[in-house]
């Protein structure tokens, strides 16, 4: 069974560009959700979707949006990029309501 | 605001001794609980997950949760190098509610 993929795996953007990233869950896993993880913050929820709906939602500026498709798919994007979005981008899968998170190898985006 | 607490860390321990970690949480009507461990340059991967109080153990890894005192425990018997990583502490509430991490705790085994 294939695992979590994330495009892309690395990205450079400068301020005020936008970045759209993409996760592919696990064969299955309807609910899919987003993570920003920083040395500072540690990991961060961002949102999570499932069924394509947002189901939860952290606590991030509007900048920060996301979508999930009819085959789980899920794209999340950051409009007007700052300095401090930099950071590891992590999606995860799982099944259900189950806590057991199955994450990607992640998107590393940094803002110059 | 849920929390969740760790101490960062880093714990070193001595190869073949048992490292204890420990973790925190805020909110009383929390469910689930779960230890990820994320190496370094990887993506967090789930190694224990614990429901009831009491302790849950898995190989070397013994989980152990006291709802009262809003505190959960990981404990590695006979610490390899292989088991330095950062450990991640997450806490779920009931329902369909997501999942909220520590900031994790650093683990260095020392050969």
């Known amino acids: 069974k294939a695992g979590v993929t994330q495009t892309p795996r690395y990205l450079i953007k400068t301020r005020g560009q936008q970045v759209t990233l993409s996760c592919s869950p696990i064969s299955g896993h309807r609910s899919v959700s987003w993570y920003q993880q920083t040395p500072g913050q540690g990991l961060q929820f961002l949102f999570e979707?499932?069924?394509?709906?947002?189901?939860n939602k952290g606590n991030f500026p509007g900048r920060f949006s996301g979508r999930q498709f009819s085959n789980s798919r899920s794209e999340m994007n950051v409009s007007t990029l700052e300095l401090g979005d930099s950071a590891l981008y992590l999606c995860a899968s799982r099944q259900g309501a189950s806590g057991e998170l199955f994450f990607g190898e992640g998107s590393r985006l940094t803002v110059l | 605001q849920k929390e969740v607490e760790q101490n960062s860390g880093p714990l070193s321990v001595p190869e073949g001794a048992i490292a204890s970690l420990n973790c925190t949480y805020s909110d009383r009507g929390s469910q689930s609980f779960f230890w990820y461990r994320q190496y370094s340059g990887k993506s967090p991967e789930l190694i224990m997950s614990?429901?009831?109080?009491g302790d849950k153990e898995d190989g070397r890894f013994t989980a152990q949760l006291n709802k009262a005192s809003q505190y959960v425990s990981l404990l590695i018997r006979d610490s390899q190098p292989s088991d330095s990583a950062t450990y991640l502490c997450?806490?779920?509430?009931?329902?369909?509610?997501?999942?909220?991490f520590g900031k994790g705790t650093h683990l260095i085994i020392q050969p």
């Open positions: 979707y499932f069924s394509e709906t947002q189901r």
């Open positions: 997450a806490v779920k509430g009931g329902g369909a509610d997501g999942l909220t």
């Open positions: 614990i429901y009831s109080n």
